[in-house]
């Protein structure tokens, strides 16, 4: 088999990059190492960036996120028990983001792949990656006990964080860049109203908590909790609990519960591999980064990874030129490390660290205070909500 364009992993950045690609009438064959079932399974990102969703439009498969996504002009801050409104469009210049799930989007780019009859394998196990330091690498799985082969100009990494893409790169030919957070994040979707119409961020002396959503009728909420913490070991009771008890009165009174149909904790990392391209090799998403949760920046930096390299292989392409593809590490990283800043920053600015006592809470409420008070600090916070604008090549 060959094709121009390997993409290992079709979570959300493979798919969309095989969409772009096609788009711009390049052909592509996806290879993911689990089922479409679960793909669509895990419950991840929920807001998305105006650049994510001007890349859907230009992929086709906009329409959906557009009608059921819910555009948010702004954002609440809850610390010493009320909340502040961040006004993203009024700081920004009319921007906003989309609430809009991630499993919606894997979804709607699933059916635009199937509707274009493009080609994607699933439960390929396991994937190698060869040949990726000439002109002609090739793509090696398993499928059904034989083993297949796939000839290409290039492979795109977008196997996310544990892929086998950045763990076939030589280890002296990448660095790495890393810090763990100590804590997690317990979540929680449930079919119930949300509280509040904007999104409420949270810093209190028991730790942080998110209230989020998926729809009028859906939401998403998350508490800090410690990293031994285990999920059977928290019935939906005690969440809403511990929820309820990290809200002000308000919130506490509109809280509306009930039976969770998802539970999970995640880790929390800050994680960079540079450079993301190795010859004909090209690293997107969580293959290359991680980003913590708070802020929702790691679905918007895969999305605009992908944008970078589709444009790249356009240029490859349409005009013989690899200059393109030459930046293409280097510009994604200088948006990726401004991103990296962000979920850093805001993550130490509304979580309760175990070494910082109480003098460590009293400055995080000043900077608060100082940031819903001042017009400079909330725009910053509001310019790098809504998402950093994509350079051109
Ligand atoms: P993934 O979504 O990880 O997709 C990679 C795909 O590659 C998967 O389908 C995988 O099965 C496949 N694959 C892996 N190994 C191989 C292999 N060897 N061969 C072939 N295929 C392979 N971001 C936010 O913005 N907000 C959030 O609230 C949020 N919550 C998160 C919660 C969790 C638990 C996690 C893990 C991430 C969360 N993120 C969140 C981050 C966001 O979901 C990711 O940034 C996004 O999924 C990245 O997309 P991706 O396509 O690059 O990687
Ligand atoms: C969601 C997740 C985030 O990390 C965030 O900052 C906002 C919303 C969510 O899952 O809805």
Redesign the pocket.
């Known amino acids: 088999m060959r094709t121009q364009v390997v993409i290992?992993?079709?979570?959300?950045?493979?798919l969309l990059l095989g969409q772009l690609l096609h788009c711009a009438g390049i052909e592509n064959i996806i290879?993911?190492?689990?089922s479409g079932d679960?793909?669509l399974g895990?419950i991840?990102?929920?807001?998305l960036e105006q650049v994510t969703m001007d890349l859907l439009k230009q992929a086709g498969v906009d329409k959906r996120a557009r009608a059921e996504g819910l555009p948010h002009d702004g954002i609440e801050l809850l610390f010493k028990g009320a909340r502040h409104r961040i006004d993203l469009n009024g700081l920004t210049g009319g921007k906003q983001v989309t609430v809009y799930g991630?499993t919606e989007v894997t979804h709607d780019l699933m059916d635009a792949r199937a509707a274009a009859g493009l080609t994607t394998i699933y439960n390929?196990?396991?994937?190698s990656l060869h040949d990726f330091d000439t002109a002609s690498p090739r793509v090696r799985y398993q499928k059904d006990g034989a083993t297949h082969e796939i000839a290409c100009d290039f492979i795109a990494g977008?196997?996310?964080?544990?892929?086998?893409s950045r763990a076939s790169v030589p280890a002296d030919a990448l660095h790495l860049y890393e810090k763990v957070y100590p804590f997690g994040w317990l979540?929680v979707l449930a079919d119930v109203p949300p509280l509040s119409h904007e999104l409420i961020y949270a810093n209190t002396p028991r730790g942080f908590a998110l209230c989020s959503m998926r729809s009028a009728t859906r939401s998403r909420y998350y508490v800090q909790v410690g990293t031994e913490e285990r999920v059977e070991n928290w019935s939906d009771d005690a969440f809403w609990n511990e929820l309820r008890n990290r809200l002000d009165p308000e919130a506490r009174e509109h809280l509306v519960t009930g039976p969770s149909l998802e539970k999970?904790i995640?880790p929390l990392r800050s994680f960079v591999a540079e450079p993301m391209r190795f010859g004909s090799l090209l690293l997107?998403?969580?293959?290359a980064h991680?980003v913590p949760?708070t802020g929702?920046?790691?679905?918007?930096?895969?999305t605009a990874d992908v944008g970078y390299l589709s444009r790249a292989l356009e240029i490859f392409y349409r005009e013989h030129s690899a200059s393109a593809l030459d930046r293409y590490s280097e510009l994604c990283l200088r948006r990726v490390w401004k991103a990296e800043r962000f979920s850093w920053w805001f993550t130490s600015l509304m979580h309760r660290f175990p070494d910082n006592g109480e003098f460590g809470q009293k400055i995080q409420e000043a900077e608060l205070d100082y940031l819903v008070n001042s017009r400079a600090a909330s725009t910053s916070l509001a310019e790098n909500y809504v998402g950093l604008p994509l350079e051109s090549f």
């Open positions: 290992v992993g079709g979570g959300p950045s493979g290879v993911e190492r689990q679960y793909v895990r991840r990102a929920g807001v991630q390929a196990a396991p994937v977008c196997d996310g964080y544990h892929g086998i979540g999970s995640a997107a998403g969580d293959a991680i949760p929702a920046k790691g679905l918007n930096l895969a």
